[in-house]
């Protein structure tokens, strides 16, 4: 949805805010509602000077009473990130300004800048994506701040796991039996925390190179096994089983290094495909408005089932 002139959609005191972080002489002249935000209503904003070039920015508000009250660690810690992503070679937006308690803005926001490149989603070309995506987070994982941010957190536990109808219940007690057992220790790196190609933007001919990284509200330090087990785990349900047993290989063949131990690895893939289970359905809706609409709920839950199946039938 785009609004030309004056931009209604966004609060008069959302508004005002940005305007106050323009540059001198620019005014908005078009606003447009951005899809794939689950936790937060993402706007980009078209941007004119006095000369009449034009700029995009992104606002990031967090509008939902839910995410709303945990907005302000999670748009501090983005903020964080992108300031320290400015200093790497990482492709990630500029931040403009923040406004995590909504001091000024009408919900808590986050304003920075619109990077080119699209997402893509579709099942052509995954091969060469999946080595771009390797190539990445290892690139990702290679940042060491002087200041590394917060530790990770691993919310899903065996109480919280939504096994999918028809599932093989045996399979699933065995994978939820994996991450009973104390989280494996292992050297922290830097984490992008939800690392996946609906945050990736390529470009070029046929998408042949990475364009921008995007949200990195839950930017985290800990074991890369695990921002690899999560990509892993979105790839098998966005392009089949197959694709997201092989993303640990592409990773390793990227010059990336996983938990040593057989077991351990199988740790974080067994405890991120559990994790996507609690959401299947929310993952699968940005998905489907982006055109794959044969990826429907139960169609993903079926991966997802496949996926654990596969991983729990790995040599340990």
């Given at each position: ?71 302000e660690?999670?748009?501090?810690r ?26 000024s ?20 070309g ?37 096994i ?50 995007l949200?990195w ?5 800990g074991?890369?096994d ?7 785990a ?15 290989e ?24 559990l ?10 809706r ?31």
């Open positions: 949805m785009s609004d030309h002139g004056e931009p209604a959609a966004i609060p008069p005191a959302t508004l005002a805010w940005v305007r106050r972080h323009l540059d001198a002489g620019e005014r908005i002249v078009g606003t447009e509602s951005l899809p794939g935000g689950i936790t937060a209503d993402l706007r980009r904003l078209t941007v004119a000077g006095r000369d009449g070039r034009t700029r995009a920015l992104v606002l990031r508000s967090f509008v939902d009473a839910y995410f709303v009250a945990r907005a660690d999670s748009l501090t983005e903020a964080a990130a992108l300031s320290l992503l400015a200093t790497t070679t990482v492709p990630a937006p500029e931040l403009v300004a923040l406004d995590p308690t909504a001091a803005c009408a919900y808590p926001s986050l304003l920075m800048t619109h990077l080119p490149g699209r997402t893509v989603l579709n099942d052509d995954v091969p060469a994506r999946l080595r771009l995506l390797a190539g990445q987070l290892v690139a990702i994982h290679a940042i060491r701040p002087a200041e590394p941010p917060r530790e990770y957190e691993a919310l899903t536990t065996a109480e919280t796991v939504v999918p109808e028809g599932a093989d219940a045996a399979v699933w007690s065995a994978a939820i039996d994996v991450i009973r057992r104390p989280a494996p220790r292992g050297a922290g790196r830097f984490l992008h925390r939800d690392f996946q190609p609906g945050n990736v933007l390529f470009d070029g001919p046929a998408g042949t190179r990475i364009a921008g990284v949200d509200a839950g930017a985290a330090w074991p890369p695990l921002d690899v087990a999560h990509c892993a979105v790839l098998a349900l966005l392009h089949g089983p197959a694709w997201g047993l092989r993303f640990p592409e990773y390793e063949r990227a010059g990336g290094r996983l938990a040593a131990d057989a077991n351990d690895r199988r740790y974080w893939l067994v405890r991120d495909a994790a996507l289970s609690e959401e299947v359905a929310q993952v699968a940005p998905w489907r408005d982006a055109g794959r609409t044969e990826l429907t709920a139960r169609t993903v839950a079926a991966r997802l089932d496949a996926y654990l199946t596969a991983l729990m039938g790995a040599p340990s």
